[in-house]
């Protein structure tokens, strides 16, 4: 199943008015929409199919009377309240990086995608992303004019967005982060962000994925759910507190990157002055990770000199 919400669209207003009040009836739905009945039938539909239940009591309104796990209505009013102008929901797709993707390099549009479950989920470095039900998988669109960034200037969107959501799950657990954006809880991976470009350099679109274990099984050493760790925390809640963190953190590109850089630092403070490991492309370095430097890399004293890798997967040493 596909549901593609569009901002403005009438199933956006007639959720906001079932959402402050009760017994609505269809006339005052009509009138407040400025649609027609059939239109807001068609309407209360839509939100139907999203997983909300509706009551409809005759010569009394409709209610609004249970909500779907995601909550795909009240994440698409908070998308479209920061430029979004079309959000998907899927209950399963491959991937929603992967969507996103194809959908920019067709129709420049600034968009956001959400599903249940992904088949073909993927991580960095070209790593798989297990992303059965019960998980918290969504990407976004975003032109990267809007931060006025170059190429060159990715990781700090990458680390920007890294920020976001552990700063967003610190709310329920004690997470920190490992370099470059991976959310650690008891010392294993509970969410990834995966960004990507679209494309030329002149009209640079970015895809930023983000997926968070919350109650869905991970069966990997390295990895964990909140779940798991005993974190008691519902999709919805770490759905709306996630997406809306993110939009806060991505509105301070470019002028605030140095107050993101200074958070990333504490947030990854369990790292700092520890030895690791870290792959970039194939090589091995190892050194005392001191910190990230103005543009994003990571800083290594290797006991010889002072390096900076780029990017790469970063492992724990003694
Ligand atoms: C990582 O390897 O740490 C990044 C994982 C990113 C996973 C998310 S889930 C939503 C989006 N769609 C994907 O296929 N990947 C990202």
Known sequence: MRLKISRGETSVVVFEELRKSKNVSGMDLAKKAGIS??????????????????????GIGYSLVSEPEIPVYELASTCFSNGVEEFYYFDSIDSTNTFLKKLV?????????????QTSGRGRLGRKWLSDKGG???SMSLDSSLFSLSVEDMPKVTLCAGVAVCRALGKFADV????????????RKVSGILCELVGEAE???????VGVNVSNSVELSMATSLRDEGVDVSLKDVSLEVVSTLFEYLELLPEGWGEVRREWMELAKPMMGREVEVNSAGVRYVGVALGIDEKGALILDTGEKTIRVFSGDCFYGR
Not at 37 to 58: D, F, L, M, Q, S
């Open 136 to 138: 918290l998988y969504f």
């Open 203 to 209: 009209r640079l679109w970015v895809v930023v994925g």
């Open 105 to 117: 390099s067709e129709r420049t549009v600034r968009a956001f995608a959400i599903a249940e479950r």
């Open 37 to 58: 009945r059939t239109a807001v039938w068609k309407a209360i539909e839509k939100i139907r199919n999203a997983g909300y239940g509706i009551e409809a009591k005759k």
């Open 176 to 187: 920190y982060l490992k370099w470059p954006n991976d959310v650690i809880l008891n010392g």
